[in-house]
Nanobody, 124 residues
Framework: QVQLVESGGGSAQAGDSLRLSCVATGRTFSWYTMAWFRQAPGKEREAVAAAAWRDATTYYADSVKGRFTISRDNAKNSVYLQMNSLKPEDTAVYYC?????????????????WGQGTQVTVSS
């Protein structure tokens, strides 16, 4: 079992920055791909970014490329999402998720474990 706990959400103005953190407990953290997803009201949950364990490859949704950076610290069992140049359309609940080796990074069905989510609200 893996438990994921997010923190760092809050309110921001357009153009501001926020940093989300996710701490994992339970099974060996470094065996998993870690990702951030988000879900806005009335919309489906969508992938934001992921960091693979095998080769430290990172993946980003087109909508956040150049603005968001995902990083992980295996020693601290943590993954982070640095969000810069925030836009109102970034407003959503952000979820941390982890998965094994199989499945596409952007597919919610690939993920075995999810955090409870943290709200990010960006005003114009």
């Amino acid at each position: 079992q893996v438990q994921l706990v997010e923190s760092g959400g809050g309110s921001a103005q357009a153009g501001d920055s926020l940093r989300l953190s996710c701490v994992a407990t339970g099974r060996t953290f470094s065996w998993y791909t870690m990702a951030w997803f988000r879900q806005a009201p009335g919309k489906e949950r969508e992938a934001v970014a992921a960091a693979a364990w095998r080769d430290a490859t990172t993946y980003y949704a087109d909508s956040v490329k150049g603005r968001f950076t995902i990083s992980r610290d295996n020693a601290k069992n943590s993954v982070y999402l640095q969000m810069n140049s925030l836009k109102p359309e970034d407003t959503a609940v952000y979820y941390c998720a982890s998965k094994g080796y199989d499945g596409a990074w952007y597919d919610t069905r690939s993920y075995d474990y999810w955090g409870q989510g943290t709200q990010v609200t960006v005003s114009s």
